[in-house]
């Protein structure tokens, strides 16, 4: 219907009524959003930068709480803790820059492609980090079984080789 699509509905619905919501944006996307601009008497829903500011307005509010990321979503285990800290050091100061973002050790940390293990696990808590996603059906169902994956368990934050885990399905 011409009316856009992407991450801008959803955003502005949370800002119309309220709603928290827990948001993933590597610093890649975020940059290539500022160099989206659209042209005089475009949609406005296409413009890259007003998504950045509408976010950034979200984050300002308390709306939105961004995601502790890398920089490019680079998969853990194939890099050195000393490079993986690094690089999210540097995610952090960008969307810090974009977005006034205050990343922290109460902020959820996005393991690129969910690649979980005791390994990652030890990686996201070096890095400082105290909480990450699971998935219900692929992490908790294979590590833990069935009636754990489908009981309480399943619902709730687990604490899971020292780090706090939130599933989602």
């Known amino acids: 219907n011409g009316s856009g699509a992407g991450y801008q509905r959803p955003i502005k619905i949370h800002g119309i009524y309220r709603v928290p919501l827990n948001l993933h944006v590597t610093p890649t996307l975020a940059i290539a959003l500022e160099w989206a601009a659209v042209r005089d008497g475009g949609a406005e829903w296409r413009s890259g930068p007003a998504l950045n500011a509408l976010i950034r ?36 100061e960008t969307l810090e820059r974009i977005y006034g973002a205050n990343i922290n050790s109460n902020s959820v940390f996005w393991a690129p492609e969910r690649v979980l293990d005791g390994d990652v696990f030890g990686k996201i808590t070096n890095m400082g980090f105290r909480y990450t996603l699971v998935d219900q059906n692929t992490h908790v169902f294979n590590w833990f079984g069935r009636t754990v994956a489908l009981g309480d368990d399943g619902y709730r934050i687990n604490r899971i080789n020292g780090l706090n885990t939130i599933v989602i399905n």
């Open 57 to 92: 307005e979200l984050v300002a509010t308390n709306v939105i709480s961004l995601m502790a990321s890398t920089y490019s979503d680079h998969v853990l285990p194939y890099f050195t803790p000393a490079f993986n800290r690094h690089n999210v050091e540097l995610a952090s």
